[in-house]
């Protein structure tokens, strides 16, 4: 779906089209991976960290506050 968008908005950078309509284009595409990201987030913590928790697994959570980190950079 993302790699369609993008695809789409390189054709439309190709063809000259108008900007705005390539920003729209463009946050069309960072509300598609903004939506992934949260379910994967959301997955993440619901069956992972809490299971490391629950088996004492702490560094489960450094990891995440790193991945966190760096997505919102």
Do not use: W, Y
Request: aromatic residues 2%; neutral net charge; glycine residues 4%.
């Amino acid at each position: 779906m993302i790699t369609h968008q993008m695809e789409g908005v390189k054709k439309m950078v190709e063809e000259g089209r108008d900007c705005s309509e390539i920003l729209i284009q463009l946050s069309a595409v960072r509300s598609a991976i903004n939506s992934i990201s949260r379910i994967v987030l959301q997955d993440h913590i619901t069956h992972c960290v809490v299971d490391a928790v629950k088996n004492g697994d702490k560094k489960v959570l450094d990891d995440l506050n790193n991945a966190v980190a760096k997505f919102l950079k």
